[in-house]
């Protein structure tokens, strides 16, 4: 059951431009795949190093416009930015992770949120580089690859998914490994992960390297597939979407941000009116979610199978008295 | 001499706007220990909420302050009671994301009420006053001398009665003004309704030489938090002063360096102290 789900989820996602209506389905599908990416990356630094990092979609800018500025103005090829992108998203979270990270939750939090701010002015005011409020036009479509080429919304689809699903079990991978573990103990007790040999700090900001990574591919993936890069990425309810998708999904699990992530895509595109509006229905969602309802969709899953688990086992132990 | 006195001015406004909206917020996290990330939200509905009693309901201007006060400190109790009270034994996380939540909420409902365009409030004191060849706009000394007025009465309201040092009781040990019989949701109802009453306050003055949008509570919100933990969570003198350290460092800063970065001075100050001294200017206060 365990293995059986992904592998369902993966089929249905691979057959899906076999179903879709039209190419617009697509196109938001890939589009909620990408901030799917990014909000996983906040996922790690959030929901297992348990850091509120406000600044998140200012790494997925970063990433964004190292592609769009490195392609459209400096003729770079697009997968070579692509790369870059990524790069430079994680040392600029390197960076920003070993002045902020020295201070504590919420502390972190205004700081990161003042960071996140600083990126979007200055994206806007430096017009030199950025192209300031006007943005980044005219990006190509990300180029072939051999004999494959990315210039119809389907092929991009199935690139999108592709870079999902390693982000995935590179996520599994790390999350079950012992740094994972590190990451986890960090969030639920600072000083008994010290007092086990961690090294805090460290173990924070390679979680913050990491999730600014995931931003950077995530946003490189974005410039590629939307074609336009505005100041508008940067914005803190863009932070705030992917915070939606993860509480909604279940924060710290695995699955989460991509369950988060479609469903409220489908919700707010059903509620196409919403668009502009949509933190009227999504603030007191989340208010209501914390309050009511703060493991999210996964985690109250596995929380009811341990309940049930637990049952079991004592009533087994009750059964040997 | 003239521009020196026209920056000092200014710098005393924005840090007059910047210390109000502060001390709300840091009432707050004395009684809660909570970044309430929603103030700037309130401060925004202030601004809205008198330019539609000014603008559209043709009240004057010192009673649609009034007005967007009062509005403003039930939407803070409100939002205490529907929000923060239920998330009173959550970890910290959970109180951050309510109040993101309710901040673009609130920053939403405007917007689709009022559209996303600037507007601007008026202000009957558009009079310039000449002063031993120094010019001052009355708007701006208005600002400065109501904000002052409202500092002194928010002390003597704190120090000198008996509700007032309910606020500080709370603050200081919770269990503490419980033992001597000190209701905590009543106390944290009444910080919530000032920090909200100040802030709308604090928008209403500014508004006149500033404009009025959604987004507006954003930038004066963070200046607000940098300032109280340059100036340590929960302290009062603190807030003000940070304030017009802020202010200051604004009002210069946009002369001397460049008016397009002014908004980035306030956080790059912050971002250097606390990469130099993470505990703040003043530590000392609660941590």
Request: glycine share 10%; net charge positive; with cysteine.
């Amino acid at each position: 059951m365990r293995r059986l789900l992904p592998l369902a989820a993966l089929a249905a996602a691979l057959l899906f431009p076999v179903a879709a209506p039209n190419e617009y389905y697509l196109y938001v599908a890939a589009l909620a795949f990408i901030m799917a990416i990014s909000a996983t990356g906040l996922n790690l630094i959030l929901g297992y190093a348990g850091q509120l990092n406000l600044a998140h979609a200012g790494f997925m800018a970063i990433g964004a416009y190292t592609v769009g500025i490195l392609t459209v103005d400096d003729g770079v090829p697009y997968w070579a930015a692509f790369a870059l992108a990524g790069v430079i998203a994680t040392v600029m979270g390197v960076l920003a992770g070993l002045v902020s990270l020295r201070l504590k939750s919420h502390f972190f939090a205004i700081f990161t949120l003042c960071v996140g701010l600083i990126l979007s002015l200055v994206i806007e005011k430096w017009s030199g580089l950025t192209h300031g409020t006007t943005g980044l036009i005219g990006l190509q479509a990300p180029a072939p690859i051999g004999p494959i080429r990315f210039d119809t919304t389907e092929a991009q689809y199935y690139l999108v998914l592709g870079f999902l699903v390693a982000a995935l079990w590179l996520m599994h991978r790390i999350t079950g490994s012992l740094v994972g573990r590190g990451f986890v103990a960090v969030r639920n007790g600072e000083d008994l992960a010290r007092a086990l040999g961690i090294d805090a700090f460290r173990t924070k900001l390679l979680a913050f390297a990491l999730s600014a990574f995931y931003a950077g591919i995530s946003g490189a993936l974005y410039a590629g597939f939307v074609r336009f890069v505005g100041p508008d990425l940067a914005s803190e309810g863009h932070t705030f979407d992917m915070l939606a998708f993860i509480l909604v999904g279940g924060i710290g699990t695995l699955g989460g941000p991509l369950i988060g992530a479609i469903l409220l895509t489908i919700l707010t595109q059903s509620l196409q009116f919403l668009q502009d509006f949509r933190m009227i229905v999504f603030g007191p969602l989340l208010i209501l979610l914390v309050i009511f309802f703060p493991h999210g969709i996964v985690g109250s899953i596995r929380l009811r199978r341990a309940r049930r688990a637990a049952w079991t086992a004592g009533r087994k132990v009750r059964a040997h008295a | 001499m003239v521009m020196l006195f026209q920056q000092i001015l200014n710098g005393l406004t924005l840090g007059s706007v910047y210390s109000l909206v502060a001390l709300g917020l840091t009432l707050i996290y004395g009684i809660l220990h909570i970044p309430n990330f929603s103030h700037g939200a309130l401060y925004m509905v202030g601004a809205y909420f008198a330019y539609y009693l000014a603008g559209s309901l043709g009240v004057p201007y010192w009673g649609a302050m009034v007005g967007a006060a009062a509005v403003v400190a039930l939407l803070a109790m409100a939002s205490e009671r529907l929000v923060f009270r239920p998330l009173r034994d959550a970890p910290v996380l959970h109180d951050m994301i309510a109040a993101i939540g309710l901040l673009l909420f609130l920053e939403a409902v405007v917007q689709a009420i009022w559209g996303a365009d600037f507007h601007r409030l008026q202000s009957p004191h558009t009079q310039i006053v000449h002063l031993f060849g120094l010019v001052a706009p009355v708007q701006r000394l208005l600002i400065v001398a109501a904000a002052f007025a409202l500092m002194l009465a928010l002390h003597l309201f704190l120090q000198r009665t008996v509700m007032g040092s309910t606020i500080i009781a709370l603050a200081q040990d919770r269990e503490g003004a419980a033992l001597v019989g000190i209701d905590a949701s009543r106390v944290s109802l009444l910080t919530f309704a000032i920090s909200g009453a100040l802030a709308a306050v604090a928008a209403v003055l500014f508004a006149p030489i500033s404009l009025v949008y959604p987004a507006m509570g954003d930038l004066v919100i963070l200046k607000a938090f940098v300032i109280i933990i340059l100036g340590g969570m929960g302290s009062l003198p603190g807030a003000i002063l940070g304030g017009m350290v802020i202010g200051f460092a604004e009002s210069f800063g946009a002369f001397y360096v460049s008016t397009d970065y002014k908004d980035i001075i306030a956080f790059a100050l912050f971002v250097l102290i606390m990469s130099v001294r993470p505990s703040g200017l003043f530590p000392g206060g609660v941590r």
